[in-house]
């Protein structure tokens, strides 16, 4: 055994993962300005206004972090906004950020300390590829929207294409593209012996999505209509409007199935995901051998940023 365990038990894993983590993390954010485009967040509300009739008052930011920008935009804009964060040292240091406290709160993704039916807008950015369950998760978070609500998730897309083989979790290239196998000897690797291949995350990313991954765990959560981002931008949008070939390519994408689903695969988009929960009456389709009961209810019988994915 590595030297570093003769005298520390190997689960309690590398020691600079504990002393180095808030740091290095808040550093990441500084360095790459991260969560701070504060009009890529207001296009973000934009979008999702187009999908929704209700008002997007209530708001809980999932996994906020030590920085928690979003969080202070929605706040500064009149929002009725909370975040949660499972590390204590992140909630204070979010707190020192807001410059008050009672705004973030200590809990996961799996149990948020929040009243059923009482949000309208669930904000999950880069937090699903962390946590222990992630249907369990997507499961909290369809408990405390109210009916009509939406989950709007960013996560890791196991597809992404990049040239120099950027995954944006681990400094492996091509880190999503791996075997299973071998992507768990690399988080075994980096909680014991190397903790600078996930910048000394205590919970580096361990869950790839495809969006049909995302859809799946959405159904079995719960929830009852999925879109991209893709489909609520508009070729009038500042993004898309000074570019005639984004002008001219958007409603093909949104339009032809097949285009939509290359769009989702390997692009931003397809990390990129919105949940709807259904409205009281609205029966969440289950598949038995492709249908389902007009009630929902299965037949017995065998059988990630959308923030600038089109800048």
């Given amino acids: 055994m590595n030297a570093?365990?003769?005298?520390?038990?190997?689960?309690?894993?590398?020691?600079?993962?504990?002393?180095?983590s808030l740091t290095s993390f808040s550093a990441l954010l500084e360095q790459n300005?991260?969560?701070?485009?504060?009009?890529?967040?207001?296009?973000q509300l934009r979008y999702l206004s187009r999908l929704v009739v209700r008002d997007l008052r209530d708001v809980v930011v999932v996994g906020c972090g030590p920085r928690p920008h979003m969080l202070k935009v929605l706040l500064d804009r009149g929002y009725n906004a909370l975040g949660i964060e499972p590390m204590t040292s992140f909630v204070q240091a979010a707190d020192g950020y807001l410059g008050t406290s009672g705004k973030v709160l200590c809990g996961t993704a799996e149990h948020m300390p929040l009243a059923d039916a009482s949000q309208d807008l669930v904000y999950c950015n880069s937090v699903l590829e962390h946590v222990d369950s992630p249907l369990q998760s997507l499961a909290e978070m369809?408990?405390?929207?109210?009916p009509g609500g939406i989950a709007f998730v960013i996560t890791t897309n196991r597809y992404r294409v990049s040239l120099?083989?950027?995954?944006?979790?681990?400094?492996?290239?091509f880190f999503n593209w791996l075997p299973e196998v071998v992507k768990e000897s690399f988080v075994f690797h980096h909680l014991h012996y190397r903790p600078a291949l996930?910048?000394?995350?205590?919970?580096?990313a361990v869950h790839w999505?495809?969006?049909?991954?995302?859809?799946?765990?959405?159904?079995?959560?719960?929830?009852?209509?999925?879109?991209?981002?893709?489909?609520?931008?508009s070729p009038d949008d500042p993004t898309v409007a000074p570019s005639p070939l984004k002008r001219l390519i958007l409603p093909r994408m949104q339009q032809n199935p097949w285009l939509r689903a290359l769009a989702l695969?390997?692009?931003a988009f397809g990390g990129m995901i919105i949940m709807l929960k259904g409205r009281v009456g609205d029966a969440?389709?289950?598949?038995?051998?492709?249908?389902?009961?007009?009630?929902?209810?299965?037949?017995?019988?065998s059988g990630r940023d959308g923030l600038t994915a089109m800048d």
């Fill in 4 to 20: 570093l365990y003769v005298n520390r038990k190997l689960s309690e894993g590398h020691p600079e993962l504990t002393r180095r």
């Fill in 33 to 43: 300005d991260l969560g701070h485009d504060e009009a890529g967040i207001v296009r």
């Fill in 142 to 146: 369809q408990r405390v929207l109210r």
């Fill in 164 to 173: 120099r083989g950027d995954n944006g979790e681990y400094s492996v290239p």
């Fill in 198 to 204: 996930a910048s000394y995350s205590e919970r580096p």
């Fill in 209 to 233: 999505y495809s969006f049909s991954d995302l859809c799946r765990l959405g159904r079995d959560a719960g929830f009852f209509q999925f879109y991209s981002t893709l489909d609520l931008v």
């Fill in 265 to 267: 695969w390997g692009t």
């Fill in 284 to 301: 969440v389709p289950t598949e038995t051998n492709g249908h389902a009961n007009a009630d929902g209810h299965r037949k017995n019988g």
